[in-house]
């Protein structure tokens, strides 16, 4: 099931297919915008990890970069930790993910943006948590879905953020999973109904020029 796949060549071919322009004019004039980093914990990105994402060292390095800029526009990164202990979760995925865990840290590489930690249990980033009360504090129109897993916490987070009245910004190369299947499932997906899926590259310009 897991596979190596977050190449340059998937990459452009997911644009490709479903990267919808007038969607994105849409969205642009909604500026106000807050990055949301979804779980970069060493548990998805360490290979000492049973649950280590094979296309991590491909993916980390990308996502250092585009946090780095976006910090440098001034644009606020919420980051998510997840845990969850004793609940349907557990059941389901047949394990714990204990809060006291040295891997459910977020990954070293991460933690300098990391100013802004919010706690979760569920695949929703905003149930049960302080999320939308931030950003409605901000003043946000606009998230940017960022992190782990594409096809469970971000394609889930995505939805209720649109559900919610954000803009959803959903970059074809801002989030990893387990393989290009299910990947390619969740842009198909939010791209029809719930987000816009450009490149990073391509949001880090729409956030410099305005």
Known sequence: MKEDYFTEEFIAEMRERHFRPRKWEKVKPFRNAAVLAIDLQAYFLRPESRAFLPSAPRFVPRLVEFYREAERLGVPIIFTRHFHRDDIMTRWWSGDMPRD????????????????VIEKRTYDAFYGTELEGILRKLHVET????????????ETTAREAFV?????????????????FFHEATLRNLSHGFAVTPLLGEVLEWLSSG
């Open 101 to 116: 865990d040295p891997l459910n840290g977020l990954l070293d590489e991460f933690r300098p943006f990391a100013e802004t």
């Open 164 to 180: 919610r009245g954000f803009n959803v910004v959903f970059p074809v190369d801002g989030t990893l999973t387990q393989n290009r």
């Open 143 to 154: 998230v940017v879905i960022t992190g782990v897993m594409t096809h469970l916490c971000c």
